[in-house]
């Protein structure tokens, strides 16, 4: 990808595709007959699979067109910005529109490593757009869904040679009645896509993803405790991320897993702790301290193999503060952020 390219240019042109895609129907139907053919039932979505019976929605024809683009040309994205063309690796942000989300993908490019270009995979180009996700030199790779089938993702993730995929989403609570589909679709099913779609993908070396505290409370006994019992009621939510953490674990591709405290929208106020994995049963974290933390898993050796727990001091509740947490308070010391 060019050091600097237009605000114009950033954006992975929908209309090229769209055009491809006019041009490419035959591809296109190739394309997905082959997804078809290869992926279980559990990785196509129920829109994916009336795609034929109803005119397709336009991020089915972004993804569509994405597909036949890479179907029938070598170089997919030949007339737009190149990625790697100048052997620079890809850190795909997934969730780039969500609070955190946002946060890490300014935290990326901030970073300014020069090695290194950003491209945030959103479903909606006009949200991102209006966020601002794509300010400086990031790419915006629209039409991104992650209860999409993993072929579709694997698509997307290698059209930009996504490198390193950093997993920013979580399940938004609403409708109670809806909460426990809600949460197993986006960080039960959603992660699994991901995962699957990583390692058919061939260009994903790591992945970084986002949980929670008390994800595995129940082996570490807490699953009495305030924390695991209020976090769980939203739709098993704590249920769900394990089977997503777990799915990554065993899935041989290179990981990290951060799992935050309780997310703060306001600025740090006392130091980092960080912990092993099933340490903390309660806490707070600042977003933005989230954001610096995943930033970095995205390029420590490190953080390769590691699940961390994250907080602030002074953020414990009363009868739930790690053993010995002191000596866990880590600050801006990047070198024990990954114990």
Known sequence: MAACVSSAARLIPSKEFAARARSN??????VRHRAMASSPDADTTPAEAN?????????????????????????????????????KRTVLVVGATGATGRLVVDELRRRGDADAAVVAAVRSEEKAKKLGVDKGDVELLPGFDVTMSADVLATAMKSVDAEIVVVCTGFVPGNPFKMAAAARAVDNEGVVHLVDAAKRSGTVKRIVLISSILTDGRA???????????????GGVLDEKLVGERALIDSGVEYCIVRPAGLRGEPPKTELVVTPGNVMASGEVSRELVARVMAEAAFAPGAAGKIVEIAETGTFAPGYEPAEVSRYVVGD???RWFP
């Not at 129907?25 to 190739?30: E, I, L």
């Not at 336009?58 to 029938?72: E, I, N, Y």
């Open 25 to 30: 129907a035959r591809a296109r139907r190739a």
């Open 51 to 87: 795609l034929s019976e109803r005119p397709p929605s336009r991020r089915q024809t972004l993804v569509s067109a994405l597909a036949a683009s890479v179907l029938a040309s070598a170089s997919p994205l030949a007339s737009s910005p190149a990625l790697a063309a100048e052997g």
């Open 220 to 234: 570490m006994g807490a699953e009495d405790s305030p924390g695991f019992k209020i976090t769980n009621a939203f």
């Open 333 to 335: 010391d990047k070198t």
